[in-house]
């Protein structure tokens, strides 16, 4: 798509957007993270091996595991390690998972939102690559973890009747990906 070089392009642009917000309640986006339907996450200690980590995700139908100073909910986030993790750290650079420390592949000092935050914040640091965002209570100790699941399970359960009803697509429907 070319780019908007002149104020009629920009016109059309903005109405394009405003077009497309037709029916989506805004609000929804300033609604806090509680409102959100998850589930308890998945706590190891940075001792734990990769593989320990990998099937307390595999077990919990998980994508991720929050790792805290003693492997509990009461201690401070120190690291995140993810299907991510897995893949780039120790599938793609052939290391064996029985012999790492999750410390050593997890993603140190991960972002994370506080109790308070909204829909929308956690929204805005998914479109910029987080897949789960941990959620720290007024103490900094994990309250939960939000996934992009979590976010279209909220957003299908504003909207059934809009989202349950669309047409898969053109084609047949696709087998899924497993991911």
């Not at 642009?13 to 308890?40: H, I, M, S």
């Not at 690559?129 to 973890?145: I, K, S």
């Not at 699941?149 to 059934?160: G, N, Q, S, T």
Request: hydrophobic letters at 40%; one cysteine or more; charged letters at 25%.
């Amino acid at each position: 798509m070319a780019g908007r070089t002149d104020d009629a392009g920009d016109e059309v642009y903005y109405e394009r957007l405003k077009q497309r917000r037709v029916g989506f309640d805004e609000n929804l986006l300033g609604e806090p993270l509680t409102a959100l339907p998850v589930r308890a996450p998945l706590i190891v200690s940075p001792v734990a091996t990769a593989t320990e980590a990998m099937r307390a995700m595999q077990g919990g139908h998980r994508g991720c595991v929050l790792v805290t100073d003693d492997g509990t909910g009461t201690s401070k986030l120190v690291g995140i390690f993810t299907e991510r993790d897995v893949l780039l750290r120790i599938v793609d650079k052939g290391r064996n998972p029985r012999s790492l420390c999750v410390r050593e592949v997890m993603t140190q000092g991960p972002k994370a939102l506080p109790v308070g935050a909204t829909v929308g914040n956690a929204l805005k640091m998914m479109s910029i690559g987080y897949r789960h965002v941990p959620v720290l209570d007024d103490e900094c100790r994990v309250a939960c973890v939000v996934s992009v699941r979590d976010i279209v399970d909220f957003l299908v359960e504003a909207f059934p009747r809009e989202v349950l009803n669309l047409p898969l697509g053109d084609g047949p429907p696709r087998a899924r990906e497993g991911a």
